[in-house]
């Protein structure tokens, strides 16, 4: 029998998820883990694995919360478009600050890492068809209501919002200004209409 585990793996796993989200993939180290969580290397690789597999928990984590999130959204019962424009809003809202334009780290992966492994290309896919389908979700009970507009399929118009979020998500990190933002959003508002 192993000695007890001496911290606790789900904080330690958030703080890794803040470095590589901070950081990135590449440009984080072991050392900068194992600082971040308070590990020795053995405690690391005994429990973590490698640093890839430590990398595919956290973005596991990150995408799970975010899955949750929206779909605490979804099931809300509010007004779908408005919901909806929460969403595309909140990438205008967060803070620019030191450290506060780290993007969406499954969009940071599908740009950085998935052209080139394919278990995050399959993570980043996974996150993403879950995203669709809660926005396909939102979109259908939206155009039931009459909030949004039946013209366009609920799944096209689903998709469509979910490369306009990644794509507002890439321009905010990029630095972009909120006017600009601001017309991104209206503009991918108008396909609801």
């Known amino acids: 029998m192993g000695r007890?585990?001496?911290?606790?793996?789900?904080?330690?796993?958030?703080?890794?998820?803040?470095?590589?989200?901070?950081?990135?993939?590449?440009a984080t180290s072991m050392t900068d883990l194992l600082d971040a969580m308070g590990l020795s290397k053995s405690s690391f690789y005994e429990f973590f694995g490698?640093?890839?597999?430590?990398?595919m928990a956290a973005l596991r984590r990150y995408a799970d919360r975010?899955?949750?999130?929206l779909d605490a959204s979804v099931c809300s019962g509010g007004c779908?478009?408005?919901l909806i424009e929460i969403q595309l809003r909140g990438v205008i809202d967060r803070p620019t600050g030191e450290g506060?334009?780290?993007?969406?780290?499954?969009?940071?992966?599908?740009?950085?890492?998935?052209?080139?492994?394919p278990v995050?290309?399959?993570?980043?896919?996974?996150?993403?068809?879950?995203?669709?389908?809660?926005f396909h979700r939102l979109i259908a009970r939206g155009q039931a209501e009459?909030?949004?507009?039946?013209r366009q399929d609920a799944r096209m118009l689903a998709r469509y919002l979910l490369n306009g979020l990644c794509g507002l998500q890439?321009?905010?990190?990029?630095?972009?200004?909120?006017?600009?933002?601001?017309?991104v959003v209206s503009t991918i508002l108008t396909a609801l209409d």
């Open 4 to 26: 007890p585990r001496k911290f606790n793996a789900d904080e330690a796993l958030d703080r890794a998820l803040h470095v590589f989200w901070s950081k990135g993939y590449a």
């Open 50 to 55: 490698n640093k890839h597999d430590a990398f």
């Open 66 to 69: 975010e899955v949750a999130r």
């Open 80 to 82: 779908a478009r408005r």
């Open 100 to 117: 506060d334009r780290r993007g969406c780290l499954t969009v940071n992966c599908a740009v950085e890492l998935a052209p080139h492994d």
């Open 120 to 134: 995050i290309e399959s993570a980043v896919t996974a996150h993403m068809d879950r995203m669709e389908e809660l």
């Open 146 to 150: 009459g909030g949004i507009s039946s």
């Open 170 to 183: 890439v321009m905010a990190k990029a630095g972009r200004d909120a006017k600009s933002l601001e017309d």
